[in-house]
């Protein structure tokens, strides 16, 4: 696979990005592509592993290592640097229903996972797999496939992100009529509204929604299962049903001054941001604008570096973003050896441009929020924090220790918090009275059926937060039981058969 030599002579290049402070200045993409040349001199990196641990497709230590969706990367990245260019799309297709999602947003576990990892920079897997498929797209290769047969069965997708399009797409080929039902005004799920638009443009998303359109797929929007249409309407009007609802019950602060007037949720925040884009009509509440003011995001993740690129765009005038644990090694911890994910330090494209804007990294680590003040209006005007130690007791078990002395204000008018998610919203899985654990829908991985006859789940929904390949590894894989179940026999791809 790839050239014999090619990670021993080639360098590892990364997709060129806009300058950060030109980029904040709009809401466009911040991230290029390669050009043709420079895809294929980083495929010809590949090189001949015998086993190759990119596409493993499992968790270590917690965290995804490898391919979830077990892209046939070696082959592709060997097509690329061939220039047999259709017949990568091809191969990335036949296990990926989304690349152009994946190849924008996905943390890329499989880069981690590359043997060329062990001592050298990784392959540039996502970059190369956004390549293929924006080309695809460019060269006109990607077009509606109609399905010649139809069954007559009919299922319903409730939710309409990553989990809920892959199922209804490996459905809607199999035959079955497939209608998703989406509570928003788009389709798209966190796609459309909890990423924004400079990390992946919301027209690529309404592409692949037109797409799987013109493909037969319904779509009905502003529609929440249990609340606009019963279980009971849609158990008589389908042969069955799967629940792909996500993650979305926010992981809450309950300090003092929590119901503060500027202490939002970020997901709150980052959707009416990109709600206010889309529609220039829509009025953004001034408590969900950064412009002018003192930005405190709480939490470390994807969701808290999205809400400091999009409070720069608006214009915050200072920003500071809390971590609950230390800095991370710059290198792999002794315990932390490859394939596992690394757990590294890194600058990610937020960090970067608010690095640019502000002159500093703008991360606090260790540290956690007592309280909130606000003024006799109720509106939020500080924040007080301690720092924390991380220590260990005798039986290996990691706690946090406050550190006396390290109390400290921070003036603030918006915080946001994006410390993760409990699990599933209420409303759909009560309305089915399908059975939960921990907030997660109850259903075995590779069974995907709920305790209720003909309802099965996917995605976060069932495993709880987690990334966009592993939401679409679940619906291709519910798509498969649900077809068997319907039909006995089944010839859509699983993870047994691929």
């Known amino acids: 696979m790839g050239k014999a030599t090619g990670f021993m002579e080639i360098k590892r290049k990364k997709a060129t990005e806009r300058d950060p402070l030109e980029r904040i200045k709009d809401w466009k993409e911040y991230a290029g592509t390669f050009s043709d040349d420079a895809a294929s001199q980083q495929g010809a990196r590949c090189m001949d592993c015998s086993i190759p641990f990119c596409h493993i497709g499992m968790e270590i230590e917690g965290a995804a290592s490898g391919c979830p969706v077990y892209n046939l990367i070696p082959e ?27 190849g924008r947003v996905c943390p890329a576990p499989c880069e981690g996972s590359c043997t060329v990892a062990i001592n050298d920079p990784a392959v540039s897997i996502k970059n190369i797999e956004q390549k293929i498929i924006d080309k695809g797209f460019e060269e006109g290769w990607i077009e509606p496939r109609i399905p010649e047969v139809r069954t007559g069965k009919k299922i319903a997708v409730i939710g309409s992100g990553p989990a809920g399009l892959a199922a209804a797409d490996q459905l809607n080929q199999a035959g079955h009529e497939v209608t998703i039902y989406e509570r928003a005004d788009r389709a798209g799920g966190l796609l459309i509204y909890g990423i924004p638009n400079m990390k992946l443009d919301k027209g690529v998303v309404e592409r692949r929604i037109q797409l799987l359109r013109q493909e037969g797929i319904h779509f009905v929007l502003n529609t929440e299962v249990g609340k606009d249409i019963s279980a009971e309407d849609m158990k008589a009007s389908f042969d069955s049903v799967i629940i792909c609802t996500g993650a ?104 970067k441009e608010a690095k640019e804007k502000f002159r500093k990294d703008i991360r606090e680590y260790s540290i956690q929020t007592q309280k909130f003040v606000t003024d006799a209006q109720g509106n939020l005007k500080e924040l007080h924090t301690i720092q ?104 859509l791809p699983t993870v047994a058969n691929m």
Request: proline share 3%.
């Open 76 to 102: 592709w990245n060997d097509l690329v640097y061939k220039g047999r260019w259709r017949e990568a799309l091809d191969r990335l297709m036949k296990t990926n229903n989304f690349p152009e999602f994946t």
């Open 248 to 351: 979305q019950k926010h992981r809450d602060l309950p300090l003092e001054g929590r119901d503060g007037k500027g202490v939002r949720f970020a997901m709150d925040y980052l959707t009416r941001s990109t709600k206010k884009l889309l529609d220039a009509d829509i009025e953004l509440e001034e408590e969900l604008n950064a412009e002018g003011k003192d930005v405190i995001v709480i939490g470390g993740g994807d969701t808290g570096a999205d809400c400091i690129a999009t409070a720069l765009r608006q214009g915050a005038k200072s920003i500071v973003q809390f971590g609950k644990h230390p800095q991370l090694p710059v290198r792999r911890a002794d315990s932390n050896q490859w394939p596992a994910y690394p757990q590294v330090f890194s600058l990610e494209y937020a960090h």
């Open 388 to 491: 924390m130690e991380k220590k260990q007791d005798e039986n290996g078990v990691f706690f946090f220790e406050e550190i006396p002395g390290t109390e400290k204000v921070w003036p603030a008018q918006l915080v946001l918090i994006a410390i993760g998610f409990e699990g599933a919203e209420e409303t759909a899985v009560k309305a089915f009275g399908v059975k939960t654990m921990r907030n997660r829908v109850l259903a075995a991985y590779g069974k995907f059926l709920t305790t209720e006859e003909n309802v099965f789940t996917a995605g976060d929904a069932r495993r709880g937060q987690s990334l966009i390949v592993w939401a679409i590894n679940e619906g291709r894989e519910a798509a498969y039981q649900v077809d068997e179940y319907l039909m006995g026999t089944t010839s």
